[in-house]
């Protein structure tokens, strides 16, 4: 651990913080967090957090924006306010509405990658590793889901419901980059590796793999498995985690660059800045909080 890591970690202890960090965040923030994980194990964390004073969020913005809907008296801080998910701006309110009026009867299921204000137009949230469930939680045959296509085709895939994409072709870049020439090319090279791909991939990336995942399931599933090598189809710093928690096996990425560089604009020195000058706090208006809070804990339900 290097000087501006302790450093940090001095800064935490001070303040009473925590440290909240995405699977996609770099080695050396992966490295001081308290808790590290996926989109659905982040909301879960950030319902439980009871002592601290402060929570830093090492995640784009409508993660840390979820954080601020599940702790309303607490300080929710992002270190780079940049740090936006482009896929999570795909989907407005405003857009939302139309489908809404234009589907009255059809069930609204929004991933967790949308800013408050969808969030509070939503029935129910969900995130890459509850997505089936929640679907299948509901009496609805029709549902609107937004803003991933391709989550949303997986979903109809494993459900069988009439599943309708908000928007039309909402995607998150990084996991567009995968194609199948990738998923042949790798599977050639390393031919008893077994493909591990993130359900933002597209269908036919999908169909090639053996496993369909959130990061948090490949975490689980390569810690458990008895293969030795893996092609992990999603963020290159997943791999970084992985190898870290699994020395013993050979694990390599489909892509060296699939990077998110939205994730990447965390650094260890704003993590600094962030936890001495307590800035930037996020902060939604309690009307829109106070109606998401109900989506998000009706997904936490179906856990």
């Known amino acids: 651990m290097n000087h501006e890591q302790k450093e940090i970690l001095k800064l935490k202890k001070d303040k009473n913080a925590v440290i909240l960090a995405h699977n996609y965040q770099a080695a050396e923030i992966q ?22 004073d402060l929570v830093v969020f090492c995640g784009v913005d409508f993660m840390a924006e979820t954080a601020a809907i599940l702790n309303p008296s607490k300080k929710i801080l992002i270190p780079e306010p940049q740090a936006e998910c482009p896929m999570a701006h795909m989907l407005p309110r405003k857009e939302l509405l139309k489908y809404k009026r234009r589907y009255p009867d059809a069930a609204v299921v929004l991933y967790v990658n949308t800013m408050a204000e969808a969030k509070a137009e939503a029935d129910i949230l969900c995130t890459s590793a509850n997505a089936v469930r929640v679907v299948e939680s509901l009496d609805e045959d029709q549902i609107l889901f937004g803003p991933d296509m391709n989550l949303a085709w997986f979903v109809q895939e494993q459900t069988g419901k ?35 791909v993130h359900p933002e991939c597209d269908g036919e990336v999908q169909q090639l793999a053996d496993h369909v995942l959130s990061t948090g399931e490949m975490i689980r599933h390569v810690a458990g498995s008895s293969k030795k090598t893996f092609l992990i189809g999603t963020e290159v710093d997943m791999v970084t985690r992985l190898r870290r928690e699994n020395p013993d096996k050979l694990i390599y990425s489909l ?26 706090q996020v902060n939604i208006p309690k009307e829109v909080a106070d109606k998401a809070r109900k989506a998000v804990e009706r997904m936490l339900e179906v856990i």
């Not at 490295?31 to 601290?52: H, K, P, R, T, Y």
């Not at 928007?167 to 042949?184: I, L, Q, R, S």
């Open 162 to 196: 009439e599943i309708i994409p908000i928007p039309e072709k909402g995607y998150c870049y990084v996991h567009k980059m995968f194609n199948t020439a990738d998923v042949t090319f790798s599977r050639e090279k390393y031919p008893d590796a077994e493909v591990l």
């Open 31 to 52: 490295e001081i967090a308290d808790f590290l994980g996926d989109s659905l194990e982040l909301c879960v964390e950030s319902s439980q957090i009871e002592d601290a």
């Open 255 to 280: 892509m060296d660059e699939a990077i998110c560089e939205n994730m990447k604009l965390h650094t260890l020195d704003k993590v600094k800045k962030s936890l001495e000058e307590e800035k930037y």
